[in-house]
Nanobody, 126 residues
Framework: QVHLVESGGGLVQTGGSLRLFCEAS????????LAWFRQAPGKEREFVAA?????????WYKDSVKGRFIVSRDNTRNTMYLHMTRVMPEDTAVYYC??????????????????WGQGTQVTVSA
């Protein structure tokens, strides 16, 4: 089973940019559908963005991040990225990457993913 490790989180000012990384442990990485979720204090974990397996042709986004965040993957590096721009205080959360080996699944549901990273904190200052 693939093992995921997030990095790239930190403190950023409102309107700034940040890039998150999700590195996987094995070469079958390309066969997994991937996603980013986030969880703010006192709130449930929520879907942020997802990218399809293999060439990553299909992507999906939470409405509030469309046009600001871009999800991508580089299978040669076993890495998924989340490029965050024009960040807002409401983007503050722990960001998790997740992987699914299923052929068909609902990309926005956390239960669709069987592998999770440990999370990386993103804090946006006002």
């Amino acid at each position: 089973q693939v093992h995921l490790v997030e990095s790239g989180g930190g403190l950023v000012q409102t309107g700034g940019s940040l890039r998150l990384f999700c590195e996987a442990s094995e070469r079958t990485f390309s066969g997994y559908g991937l996603a980013w979720f986030r969880q703010a204090p006192g709130k449930e974990r929520e879907f942020v963005a997802a990218i399809s397996r293999n060439d990553g042709y299909n992507t999906w986004y939470k409405d509030s991040v469309k046009g600001r965040f871009i999800v991508s993957r580089d299978n040669t590096r076993n890495t998924m990225y989340l490029h965050m721009t024009r960040v807002m205080p409401e983007d503050t959360a722990v960001y998790y990457c997740a992987a699914s080996s299923d052929i068909t699944y609902t990309v926005t549901l956390a239960t669709s993913y069987e592998v999770w990273g440990q999370g990386t904190q993103v804090t946006v200052s006002a």
